[in-house]
């Protein structure tokens, strides 16, 4: 192409490497990638995945490794099978330190993994035989707490071969096989700040609607679950015209006396109030809007849909009652815990009927004896009566801001309430 005045675009660019790779010649192919700057293309995805795979495949692990690298520098994102490949690869060559970060790099990218990639992290559990640190149980706690639950980064932890089973989770979140209680994860210490800033910033660059009778209900019984009241944020025009209505006024005055109503100023778009103080604080936000307006979109989607999962409550109305749905109590996601067990949630085959399956990645010498409540392989998949009468962990208390953007859903007949889809009145769009 280029001999006949011909400039190679990154398809072509693609084609031709992955000719190269399948061929096994993933030099030729790599030099193509690192050489597209000449054409003024840029490589995507699909222009690394043949080299990386060769390189993968041949156990050129330092090569494959150094495409990684050369990936970041370019601003390409791994995927799944991008990282599973190089656990596989650093498995296949004995690098344990390696194999530990790729597991690190799956957790934060994937929630659950395809049962390719499960074999492959059960491959190298079940054939690693390397003794880990020695760690004081102390340090391990505050660097799982520092982190948000459910990793700690550390490196492996304890001695010994590791036992690999395939299991299932009770409702609550503990392990039919090893009876070890899954953690609720959050944001860590630094995202939390990252997030709270981002927040603050785009709302100072930004800046220059409720069924009274169910937000007194949501607000009571929020106090008397937790015995604080909840901040309540809303816009200084709706208070107004609340106070001028005789039938609203004794509530709002209510809520003034007690300190729990902020008041938004004029020109403010109130989101950003009751967002920021929930992330900052660091506790609950009740409310059922999805938060899927445009200036939620400018925040993306690292931080916000790990943050908005443990700290979103939402409520709705049965017959007059209301019912609160808090965060799950765990969090179905790559887990590794502070006794050195690991659990992998494994992705399913789209039946919602389906029991989410898990790997469960433990030894004695990392974690104790697993004790009374641990069960064969061909005990958990049954998933009957494992853990009956085990104490299982309550979601954190936290405290509550209650959000009052949108409307919960009554619920008037005996059918089972609606998943809340964020019922709110639409707005226009913010002046860019």
């Not at 936000?285 to 916000?304: A, K, P, Q, W, Y």
Request: hydrophobic residues 35%; contains cysteine; charged residues 25%.
């Amino acid at each position: 192409m280029v001999a006949n005045g011909i400039k190679p675009n990154e398809a072509s660019i693609t084609a031709v490497a992955r000719l190269a790779a399948a061929k096994g010649d993933g030099d030729y192919a790599f030099d193509l990638v690192k050489n597209m700057g000449a054409y003024n293309e840029l490589p995507r995805l699909r222009t690394y995945d043949p080299v990386l795979f060769c390189f993968c495949d041949k156990l050129e692990a330092d090569k494959a490794y150094e495409v990684e690298l050369h990936m970041e520098s370019m601003g390409v994102s791994l995927e799944e099978m991008e990282f599973a490949a190089l656990l596989k690869v650093s498995a296949g060559t004995g690098n344990e330190e390696k194999a530990y970060g790729y597991l690190q790099k799956l957790r934060k990218t994937v929630r659950c993994v395809r049962d390719e990639t499960a074999k492959i992290i059960e491959d190298w559990f079940q054939n690693f035989e390397c003794n880990g640190l020695e760690l004081d149980v102390r340090l391990v706690k505050e660097a799982v707490t520092r982190n948000g639950g459910g990793w700690h980064g550390l490196g492996w932890i304890g001695k010994g071969r590791w036992v690999v089973r395939r299991g299932n989770v009770d409702m609550g979140g503990k392990c039919f096989c090893c009876g070890e209680q899954l953690a609720c994860i959050d944001i860590d210490d630094t995202e939390t700040e990252t997030f709270a800033g981002s927040v603050a910033g785009l709302a100072m660059e930004r800046e220059v609607k409720a069924y009274f009778k169910q937000l007194d209900a949501v607000v009571k019984e929020l106090y008397s679950q937790r015995g604080n009241w909840p901040l309540i944020i809303f816009h200084n025009k709706r208070v107004r015209a609340l106070l001028e209505n005789p039938s609203h006024r004794k509530l709002i005055q209510e809520w003034i006396q007690k300190e729990v109503l902020y008041t938004t100023p004029h020109g403010s778009n109130d989101d950003w109030y009751w967002l920021y103080a929930a992330v900052k604080l660091r506790c609950l936000l009740v409310t059922n809007d999805e938060m899927r307006d445009h200036i939620f979109e400018l925040l993306g989607s690292n931080f916000f849909l790990r943050w908005k999962e443990r700290h979103q409550v939402r409520y709705t109305f049965l017959k007059g009652n209301l019912k609160l749905q808090m965060p799950g109590p765990f969090s179905v996601v790559i887990q590794e815990s502070d006794k050195g067990a690991w659990h992998v949630p494994i992705s399913g085959d789209g039946n919602e009927d389906s029991t989410q399956g898990w790997l469960c990645i433990t030894r004695p010498s990392a974690c104790g004896a697993l004790g009374e409540d641990a069960v064969s392989m061909e005990t958990s998949e049954n998933g009957h009566g494992v853990c009956n009468g085990s104490k299982l962990l309550s979601p954190c208390k936290q405290k509550c801001i209650a959000g009052c953007n949108n409307e919960p859903e009554s619920q008037d007949s005996d059918n089972k309430p609606a998943t809340m889809a964020g019922k709110r009145k639409e707005r226009s769009p913010s002046p860019s």
